[in-house]
């Protein structure tokens, strides 16, 4: 199977540039709300919102088609209310957002009578996505937060009552497979974990699903949603060998590394195994993991029967998932040409600069990036201008597009990062940690220079006229650039 996400035309309008997708899965019903850039597709989380609303947990056993309780009914209606009200606070047109459900939803006997009441009480339609389209969804997510879009790629999502894989590959699906396997439901239906293991082994060999991926060479492995999340956390704070209890002042220090391998993942099973033994172990696991205690153990032991039977050696973790791919696949049929990967090419950038700045220096260099922005919108408008003119001697012979823009955005976030070694010459250690290193994901060699370069000039002298030499750029952005960055230099250090 092969689908491609989304289609950039025809395009519809929209007076409002906030949107919103409610993923009313299994464990927890989560909204989300972006404000986006029309002209850069890039888009910021305004608002995210949780209920546990567990629809899955008080349902009947797997081996009868699960019904949802009414318990569970109204409290799914009473976070969908609370969601819709905050919804209009913000003033969304009904076009700007969705609701999907997942798993509980598609594989519930009283699905119908569970939609119909919703959509009576929400005045809104509820899509109820196939385990297919939900998988899509999570790599379109996935999409923009790494820049992985010519790799090919295999995303592993463990909700409360499915797990998803998808191999894809420049944007499309090559393959997806929805398994009925999820932390919710193995926690219901196993007390010993021997027979949870052996359930997960069997489900896993009857689906295929291993001889199926082992047909692509995957490139990456990637993790999405709250338990591969939780599982990444516990790796990097240290909660299988109780580094966690000591973290203290060190905590800001502590970077996550969104990625674990093999081993830690299977150090942090047999720690949580031991806990079940341990008096006071729950009430340990219960203090770092908290609503998702409960079914943590669950999760990790299903993770871990999948790096055995897919050979899997590490896997990095995506802040994104469902939501942001419902949110992409919205942005994608409103503004044309959206380029699938302007959020996981700014990401890198501000994953960099948070890196090497401390708070007070990040502060600087979004407000530098602010008021570049606000001079290059100006000159932009300048330009445009005086090219309709007749007067040849006011018109501007560089051309500057939202790429430029992007560029410079890019280069006043890191500009400072070379700080962390002190201020002498920190503007060359600037340029020498974005050249030197792998840091900047989906921007080419040129793009990377360029960007290096405007960091590397920004204070001191003006670059040589062939510094920037072959650039669009070599004169407007500097000028902007360097006025912006001196501002604010002067109100900050």
């Known amino acids: 199977m092969s689908s491609s996400f989304p289609p950039p035309t025809p395009a519809t309008t929209t007076k409002s540039n906030l949107f919103a997708a409610v993923d009313m899965g299994t464990n927890s019903f989560k909204l989300l709300i972006v404000s986006t850039d029309p002209s850069s597709g890039r888009f910021l989380a305004l608002n995210r919102i949780k209920e546990p609303v567990l629809l899955g947990l008080d349902t009947t056993t797997a081996t009868a088609k699960p019904t949802i309780s009414a318990a569970s009914i109204h409290r799914a209606i009473s976070a969908l209310l609370k969601f819709q009200q905050i919804l209009h606070s913000h003033r969304l047109p009904s076009s700007n957002y969705r609701f999907v459900a997942t798993s509980a939803v598609r594989e519930a006997a009283n699905q119908t009578q569970f939609l119909d009441s919703a959509r009576e009480k929400l005045g809104h339609p509820i899509e109820t996505l196939s385990g297919i389209e939900e998988a899509s969804l999570i790599y379109l997510g996935v999409l923009q937060f790494y820049s992985v879009f010519h790799s090919t790629v295999l995303t592993i999502d463990i909700g409360g009552g499915s797990t998803e894989f998808t191999v894809g590959f420049k944007g499309k699906v090559l393959f997806s497979k929805s398994l009925k396997l999820g932390h919710i439901t193995l926690t219901q239906n196993f007390i010993q974990i021997t027979r949870m293991r052996e359930h997960i082994q069997k ?109 899997i050696e590490e896997m990095e973790v995506s802040g994104y998932a469902l939501g942001e791919g419902v949110t992409t696949e919205m942005l994608g049929r409103v503004f044309q040409g959206f380029d699938l990967n302007a959020n996981a090419r700014w990401r890198s950038v501000v994953r960099l600069a948070s890196r090497f700045n401390n708070k007070k220096r990040m502060r600087a260099a979004a407000i530098c990036a602010g008021i570049a922005r606000e001079m290059f919108e100006g000159l ?108 604010v230099t002067d109100l900050f250090f």
């Open 203 to 311: 489900e896993i060999e009857n689906s295929g699903l291993i001889k199926e991926i082992k047909e692509f060479k995957i490139d990456v492995v990637i993790g999405s949603s709250g338990t591969i999340k939780a599982i990444e956390k516990a790796v990097c704070k240290g909660y299988a060998s109780n580094v966690d209890e000591h973290v203290g002042v060190f905590e800001e220090f502590n970077k996550r590394e969104w990625k674990f391998s093999r081993e830690e993942l299977k150090g942090l099973v047999e720690r949580l195994c031991e806990e079940e033994k341990e008096m006071g172990g729950r009430g340990r696991r219960e203090g770092f993991f908290k609503s998702r205690a409960g079914f943590i153990l669950a999760g990790t032991i299903l993770l871990d029967d999948i790096f055995e039977r897919l050979e």
């Open 380 to 487: 932009r408008k300048w330009n445009e201008l005086h090219n309709n003119g007749e007067n040849d001697s006011n018109k501007v012979l560089v051309r500057l597009d939202v790429g430029d823009l992007e560029y410079l955005e890019a280069a006043c976030l890191l500009h400072n990062i070379g700080l962390c070694t002190g201020k002498k010459g920190y503007h060359k250690q600037s340029y020498r940690v974005i050249m030197n290193g792998d840091h900047l994901h989906g921007y080419n060699h040129k793009e990377v220079e360029l960007i290096a370069l405007l960091v590397r000039h920004h204070r001191k002298k003006f670059p040589k006229s062939n510094s920037l030499e072959g650039s669009i750029v070599e004169v407007c952005i500097p000028c902007v650039y360097m006025s912006a960055c001196r501002l």
